[in-house]
């Protein structure tokens, strides 16, 4: 089955700055790939996603970009805000079956 | 609010009784997943239903667990002579039935087994 890992655990930046995450996963087959965001004690928030036609996808500060033949994507965030601080998840899906990275806990220090 | 909704939000029990989860997922989607998350992990994958057939259950799924999608509509996951390690977050999500598109999440039940 897709196995996804994710980069890094943990991430750290001065507010404006930008962040990177990034996931690989394992299934050439995957075509869809969602990022989420996590706050306190909610589920996960679609944020952007991409599909497997597609190299990049940009919606105001955010970007997903997607190398299908490396498998791997990328998040990234551009002039950070102290509200993007949360728990970020990649997942890469074929069909029904969607799977999620273990997350980056990203903190945008003020 | 018409988001997906989950009931209770949180659940403490004692190691060996039965909880049962509510999901009501987006009225017009017609797919419903159940995940479970520990803490620092992504969601894992529980089971699935297009309507009321369940489609596809993961190996993590013991005979404790049961998911029932009766009607179509809303979802209930039980868990029977829960475990310490049964203690998690269980998600409940939906979508619609269409290749390609996201997942809706509920903000989920934690469940504590003590």
């Known amino acids: 089955g897709e196995n996804v890992e994710q980069h890094p655990s943990t991430l750290s930046v001065q507010e404006g700055d930008s962040a990177v995450i990034k996931c690989t996963y394992s299934?050439?087959?995957?075509?869809?790939f969602p990022w989420y965001k996590q706050e306190l004690g909610k589920g996960p928030q679609l944020i952007i996603d991409?599909?497997?036609?597609?190299g990049e996808k940009k919606d105001q500060r955010i970007a997903v970009t997607l190398n299908k033949t490396a498998k791997h994507f990328s998040l990234h965030i551009t002039e950070t805000q102290p509200e993007d601080s949360a728990v970020y998840f990649c997942?890469?899906?074929?069909?029904?079956?969607?799977?999620f990275g273990a997350g980056t806990r990203l903190t945008v220090k003020p | 609010d018409t988001g997906v909704s989950q009931d209770p939000r949180h659940k403490i029990t004692k190691r060996g009784q039965n909880v049962t989860f509510r999901c009501d997922p987006i009225?017009?989607?017609?797919?419903l997943y159940w995940y479970r998350q520990t803490l620092g992990q992504g969601p894992e994958f529980l089971t699935y239903?297009?309507?009321?057939?369940?489609?596809?259950k993961s190996r993590l799924l013991s005979d404790r667990f049961s998911a029932e999608r009766p009607k179509g509509s809303f979802s209930t996951l039980e868990i029977q002579r829960t475990e310490q390690g049964d203690s998690a977050m269980y998600l409940c999500?939906?979508?619609?039935?269409?290749?390609?598109?996201?997942?809706?999440f509920g903000n989920g039940t934690r469940l504590t087994v003590t």
């Open positions: 999500a939906s979508s619609l039935s269409a290749a390609l598109t996201p997942l809706h």
């Open positions: 299934d050439s087959a995957s075509n869809y």
């Open positions: 991409i599909r497997s036609n597609v």
């Open positions: 997942a890469a899906s074929l069909s029904n079956d969607m799977r």
């Open positions: 009225s017009e989607h017609n797919r």
């Open positions: 239903f297009q309507n009321e057939a369940q489609l596809e």
